[in-house]
């Protein structure tokens, strides 16, 4: 359903589209019933002349089954429902799988900072990679992301990915992802943070293993000889 | 009610006045809970219509971005943010409440429960003074130094609480002050809501023979009465922390930003209901009288307003889902906020259900009425795709929510009250509004509010933000197609405000006596509203009435006409 609109490129965007697709299938069904019935009525018991509405109170078991039964229906569909939502949010939100690295992501007013631990995989050592509004990642491996706020709140949102996590100023959020393709797409701020809140337009660039190193070379070797310049 | 004046006196009183100079006394210091509502609706609607031009203005920038939009100028993004909060703010706080709650519950309690006056009827007044005062208030913070505040209507701290983040200073703390001076006014009347309907009712007048629209009044009240507490104490701390430098939600001075968030919504999501119930009743009541049926199951729909009520206490933080809360706490939210499903979904059964075997004549009111339950459950249903947090995790901020929450919004406060209003307005001003104008009006705001919605379910699910001024920063939402579909939404928004000229039109010439008079009763209902002159005098009756029975006893076999009022023996 959503990937008519926007791609799917992460390991877990799949299972949200699916999930959405449930819903979409199980609310479908009982929105349709109940607009058909709803017409149907209206269109079946117009005022005729000389004919009488029927007196029902409703209150009789026999007329109150018409509605306690789809009602007992509804709860078992809430029931899927709230088994599939809750899966689904155990696995991106709950439960994080081992990293192959972890990246450190700064909202502010109004940008995007990123930290990518480098050649050593490792944060917080001399070879980390700082970019603004970019944030450079491999295909194929499980990052997570140290969500930091500087100032007001801001939401990091990777449409493709259908990510989604606010970032709060005093708090580190961890969080996951893994590409499964490669290409250069949008990170947006979901949540208002001021009058520059459209300008907080980041790219998430996904390379395969062989540009992602290379990419990490071009910037090791920058950062050093600039270190070493007298 | 015992202490009440003999209503022959109250009458004479109010002719006295007459022959007096004393416009102030009739319409501005009155304590008549019918001139209340009136003052309640007529404020209502302007404001309304301020909101309405607000979004006029903000959705001219979305469609044609930089543009200077006819009758406001170019819309920077300070003022589209001041724009989006303050329509948001006006469109719940000083549209759907006053007119829904405070209009009717004071024109419809007293009339209906069969009394002459609200149990507080200095209360009363007092609470519309402070209700237009705090819409003096919020006009005001519209043209301080830095503009309206422009925090969205949520107003998250820090970004509400301090002047160098939001660039809004003076803006965001009236602003606030106003808001929180509404709820003082919705407090007090309140207050009466509940207790006139509890205490004053008509001799005869059981539990079980209230009209629905009452019962919902009455709940919504308790509702906003209880979640209101929270959000109060949180108004003030936010005050303390923008004008006194308090660290309530400063989270470098150990404050914390996501309790407000808490605040907020504890009361936030009540207050969803807190519209939707007497929008609800309002629908409820029109069914019966336009198919000519008793409502089904009136014991059950009663209890699944109880059940929504205690329910819309405990779903607050899926507004909350990916705001840093702990996320094993979505997967408890999850489950109240699909459970607050079935009573909702138990009600619209029962609004089917009531139509069965009717005998259904399509007058304006009962279109308006049948229209909000047809285009509620679109917003019911979609708002299960939010409620359900793995689901949420993409449509979270996106205009999938913006569209869900007009879909029960748009029904709720404008759909709802005109139900309510073309029902009701023989009543308030003893003319028959005009069918024809009516029906023009009717569906020269259904089909575009359609065509405004629509569309922005598509870019939400194509995952466009909201509160974004502009697009063209942002790679996947700047493409033409999209673009197309908000064009198509800001035009269908044009054509569904040109409509509303025809209701302004029709309300005008039924007024001025153009129409003919409606008599007490024209809609041949039974509900003791319709057994008083229409407009009812100061007092109401002549003698108060006593009730035999329920409000719903319409096609009763054996009985000639098929109505049986509440107020006639028999």
Known sequence: MIDQYVQALSTYANDIDNLILLIGVLVGFWFVLCELLFFYFIIRFRAKDGQRAEYITGEEKSHKRWISYPHMLVLVCDVFIVFFAIKVWYDVKQQLPEPYETVRIVGQQWAWSFVHPGADHQLGTADDIKTVDELHIEVGKVYHFNLESRDVLHSFSVPVFRLKQDAVPGRVITGWFEANGTGTYDIQCAEICGIGHALMPARIIIESPERHAAWVAEQGPITLAAAKQP | MAESIPADATHGHHDHHHTEPSFWSKYVFSTDHKMIAMQYMFTGMAMGLIGAFMA????????????SVPGYGTVNPGNYNALITNHGAIMIFWVAMPVLIAAFGNYLIPLMVGCDDMVFPKINRLSYQIFLLSAVVLIISLFVPGGGFGGAWTAYPPLSAKAEYSLTGAGSSIWLVAVALEFVAFLLGGINFVTTAMNSRAPGMKIFDIPIVVWTIVVASILF?????PLIAGAV???????????????VKGGDPILWQHLFWFFGHPEVYVVLLPAMGITADIMCVFSRKKMFAYKTFLYTIFATGVLSFTVWAHHQFVAGIDPRMANIFTVTTLLISIPIAEMCFIYIATLYGGSIRLTTPMLWALAFVAEFLIGGVTGIFLGASGADIYFHDTYFVLAHFHYTFFPIAIIGTFAGFTYWFPKMFGKMMNETLGKIHFWGTIIPFNCI?????????????RRLYSFQHYPELAGQGMQDLRIFATVSL??????????????????KKKQKDAGPNPWKANTLEWSAESPPPHGNWPELPTVYRGPYEYSVPGREEDYFPQNVPG
């Not at chain 2, 006029?56 to 543009?67: E, H, K, S, T």
């Not at chain 2, 701390?237 to 989270?251: C, H, K, V, Y």
């Not at chain 2, 939400?460 to 933000?465: E, T, W, Y």
């Not at chain 2, 054509?495 to 039924?510: H, P």
């Open chain 2, 494 to 511: 044009l054509v569904m405000l040109a409509f509303q000229l025809v209701f302004f039109y029709n309300c005008f010439i039924s007024w």
């Open chain 2, 453 to 465: 919605f629509i569309p922005l379910f598509m870019l939400g699910a194509a995952g466009q933000n």
């Open chain 2, 237 to 251: 701390m936010l005050f303390m922390d923008q004008r006194i430098g308090t660290a309530f939600f400063d989270p």
């Open chain 2, 225 to 229: 009465m209880a979640s209101v507490g």
């Open chain 2, 56 to 67: 006029y203005a903000f959705r001219m920038q979305l469609a044609f971005p930089g543009i």
